[in-house]
């Protein structure tokens, strides 16, 4: 992330919206791509694209090792698959005769599906001979799985099933690969098997209904429901088993099945819309899911940094900004307000200041700004900076940075509010969606990406280390 001055004026560009910017270097480039895609369509960006573009920033890192760690970061500690996926079937490809390939790919695969996924990535791009790393890592990772992982994930009707990574990587022989190989490995209840079970033998509506109250009081009653598969059917609990539901919120805020569940943030966000549609039924129940799913979210952000000094937190809500991109936004300037007791300002082709109150719930603050959030509108840096009325420690813009009114960067006007204000503020520039450009020279602020919490654990080591997103990848071994 050090550019010398020159470099970084050497490398003004122009954005996806048609604005005057600057390009990331190739690193943080890959790196905010690999923390903010999930290879779906965006408002500057196909799905298609986004892959495109893993292999093309790919090309721009001689240091492969390093592609290697932030697939392997972005998978195990951010909970970002397809993306992570697509770097593995890459590096597949292209890294041949490097030792470390094989640590890789027993390290990126946190579920057996993971391989399944990687290697019908590296098909579909018309590869057909697995390279050896690849088969040896993959054997390593499947000796790791018990049971229930691998009956979970079989996916015997998948182009590329369990057994046909088994058969192809011949792993260490352990009792649940013997099964699998077998045919004797059962496929343990799930939600989705014990749903769909009970709606087969249902013989009447009132069955159905039935049936399924009971499936969610084991699934619920003997834990055996993932914390997301919870979260998702929150709706469905309340409607078809709402004697389970002070058990479920018991779930929702546990705080270790919070760490390991790798849940992003805004899931929560997307549970609440939810569970506000069922209307004004088991208004009781209701208001216990909304305070749990409130408290859940405030369990998760236990790494909110607090800094010293006087704070501003930005929040882009201009068109292309509408969506996920808002929403996630949204939850993660709450959580910055709420911290620091911060100064909030919401632009898009104007900036003004937005009252807060930090006592208010996470999700509370959240909803407002969402709702204020939705005119859309230009996509205005130079708004910022004469709208603030004060001098501030540091500044944090959550955007996807595609600034493109006004004439050039706002560079000039960042310089006139020092000027005005006696201020040098750090400029925190928090990319939501990994397009590849900036509004400020790299070497002058403190980049960051990502939708998981776990980028605020990041954002603390940033006033210490400037490299901090970085060097947090580099600490993985291989």
Not at 171 to 178: F, G, R
Not at 434 to 450: C, D, K, R, W
Request: a neutral charge; glycine letters at 6%.
């Amino acid at each position: 992330m050090k550019f010398n001055s020159k470099t970084s004026l050497s490398t003004r560009i122009i954005n996806r919206a048609g604005g005057d910017a600057y390009v990331e270097s190739p690193k943080l480039a890959f790196v905010s791509l690999l923390l903010t895609s999930f290879v779906k369509d965006q408002y500057y960006r196909s799905g298609n694209e986004s892959l495109e573009e893993v292999s093309t920033l790919m090309d721009q890192i001689p240091d492969k090792r390093f592609v290697a760690k932030a697939a392997i970061y972005a998978r195990t500690k951010f909970g970002m698959r397809s993306i992570s996926h697509a770097v593995a079937g890459e590096i597949a490809k292209k890294v041949k005769n490097e030792q470390w390939t094989k640590n890789f790919f027993d390290k990126i695969i946190y579920r057996p599906d993971d391989m399944m996924e990687i290697l019908a990535y590296y098909y579909a791009g018309g590869s057909k001979n697995e390279p050896n790393a690849l088969r040896k890592g993959f054997a390593k990772a499947l000796a790791r799985f018990d049971e229930y992982s691998l009956g979970k994930y079989k996916k015997d009707g998948a182009e590329v099933s369990l057994i046909d990574i088994v058969n192809l990587v011949h792993p260490k022989s352990t009792p649940a690969i013997s099964k699998l190989i077998k045919g004797t490995l059962k496929t343990p209840e799930t939600w989705e098997t014990k749903l769909t079970s009970a709606g087969q033998k249902a013989s009447s509506e009132e069955d159905k209904e039935e049936r399924k109250k009971e499936a969610w009081t084991s699934l619920i009653g003997e834990r055996k429901i993932g914390y997301f598969a919870l979260l998702r059917n929150l709706r469905n609990i309340l409607q078809q088993a709402p004697e389970m539901v002070d058990q479920a919120c018991g779930l929702l805020i546990d705080e270790n099945l919070i760490q390991k569940s790798l849940v992003l943030p805004f899931r929560y966000v997307t549970a609440i819309d939810e569970i506000v549609q069922v209307g004004n039924e088991n208004t009781a129940n209701i208001r216990k899911i909304l305070v749990a799913i409130n408290k859940a979210v405030d369990i998760s952000m236990v790494n909110v940094p607090k800094f010293d000094g006087d704070t501003l937190v930005v929040l882009d809500i201009s068109g292309s900004m509408q969506g996920q991109p808002l929403k996630i936004g949204a939850l993660f300037a709450t959580a910055l307000v709420k911290s620091n007791n911060a100064d909030f300002m919401m632009f898009s082709d104007h900036a003004k200041y937005i009252n807060l109150n930090p006592l208010d719930s996470t999700l509370s603050i959240t909803a407002q700004i969402e709702k204020d959030g939705t005119m859309g509108g230009g996509t205005d840096f130079h708004c910022i900076f004469p709208a603030i009325n004060k001098k501030y420690d540091r500044i944090v813009i959550l955007s996807d940075m595609q600034g493109w009114m006004g004439d050039g960067t706002p560079m000039p006007v960042f310089e006139e509010y020092k000027k005005r204000t006696g201020s040098n503020p750090k400029v925190y520039s928090f990319d939501l969606q990994g397009y590849g450009s900036m509004q400020f020279p790299e070497n002058n602020v403190f980049a960051i990406a990502g939708f998981s919490e776990k980028i605020f654990s990041v954002i603390k080591l940033l006033e210490q280390d400037k490299q901090a997103l970085i060097n947090e990848i580099e600490k993985i071994e291989l």
